[in-house]
């Protein structure tokens, strides 16, 4: 019996699926293609953005270094009075050693009385450098500001913390008249115009929504015009504000702030230079008649027990005026 024969309509349906199929596979390889190529580029920039963090903890652990080489027996100091010094109060501020020296006094501001519920008032909560930390101010249940410090080998995970925190601020270590458990990242008074910017660019890149800043010591770096004039120069170029820790007298802020056309803002308590939580809610009500007499104030103080406790107690008495974050006031 003879094969039917090889119909025109047989030999379009063929070429259709044909057509069909390459399509399907173009479709399909390009799918696959695109897909390789965006994992590639994922994985590019995952690969770069490890090695820029590897870079910048490099970075940090170089400043470190001139501390390494110092004598055992140093090191040991500058443990023993960082464990002495920093959890216990706020003096390592401003006097370390001197024991029974009182926090510096406040700038002098011209009375504007309002009514107790217009106040404001601006708690920071310096150091923070630990998840600990964070835990414990958070259980406080008040709109308190955490200042972290510059991650370092003794506290690594400080930025990485500040990233799950909103309205944070940078305690930014400045050298000290006398203080010798300094940070790693520490500004001098010696230090250039481009090794400012160079730390100031570091601190922006590891905590990139900062906007305010506030000094961790200081007390050599802030009374120096020269030096304050450089980091406030930087700062402002780079849309910070400097939130002056008021750790001396003399402080020179102020002028530089006014040079530049920026409003000084300066700490007006400090809330835990004695132990005790009498002694730091004797502190929180002084805030808070500043706050009223002013219109607003700032007061400072550390995640240490009697400060966190004497906060929860003062629950009352905070509910009388606004507890704002630092852009507020």
């Not at 002028?255 to 730091?280: E, I, P, S």
């Not at 002013?294 to 905070?318: M, N, V, Y």
């Amino acid at each position: 019996m003879d094969k039917p024969p090889f119909s025109v309509r047989t030999f379009l349906s063929i070429k259709n699926i044909i057509i069909i199929l390459s399509v399907f596979i173009a479709v399909l390889l390009a799918v696959l293609i695109g897909y390789f190529i965006g994992f590639n580029q994922v994985q590019e920039e995952l690969d770069q953005e490890r090695e820029q963090t590897h870079h910048l903890m490099g970075q940090i652990k170089d400043l470190g270094k001139e501390k390494e080489s110092e004598p055992l027996k140093v090191k040991k100091e500058h443990k023993r009075e960082m464990l002495e010094h920093e959890p216990i109060s706020a003096r390592h501020e401003y006097a370390p050693k001197d024991k029974k020296a009182t926090p510096p006094p406040a700038e002098v501001r011209s009375e504007r009385p309002i009514k107790a519920c217009a106040a404001k008032l601006v708690i920071i909560m310096d150091d923070v450098s630990y998840a600990h930390d964070v835990s414990a101010i958070r259980s406080v249940g008040l709109p308190l500001v955490m200042s972290f410090l510059p991650p370092s080998a003794r506290h690594p995970d400080s930025a990485q913390l500040a990233a799950s925190v909103s309205g944070y601020m940078v305690h930014l270590p400045l050298e000290a008249v006398d203080f010798t458990a300094e940070e790693p990242i520490t500004l001098r008074i010696s230090d250039s115009l481009e090794t400012i910017t160079k730390q100031i660019a570091l601190i922006k890149h590891l905590y990139p929504n900062v906007h305010y800043i506030n000094n961790h010591t200081g007390s050599k770096f802030t009374s120096d015009e020269g030096a304050m004039d450089r980091l406030v120069c930087i700062m402002k170029e780079n849309g910070l504000v400097f939130v002056d820790s008021r750790t001396i007298a003399s402080s020179k802020v102020k002028q530089v702030d006014a040079k530049y056309g920026l409003r000084y803002l300066g700490r007006d308590v400090f809330l835990d230079h004695k132990d005790g939580v009498a002694n730091v809610k004797k502190q929180i009500r002084a805030a808070i008649a500043i706050a009223k007499r002013h219109g607003s104030a700032i007061a400072i103080g550390h995640p240490r027990p009697d400060t966190l406790q004497a906060l929860k107690e003062s629950k009352d008495i905070l509910s009388e005026i606004q507890l704002v974050r630092i852009d507020q006031i």
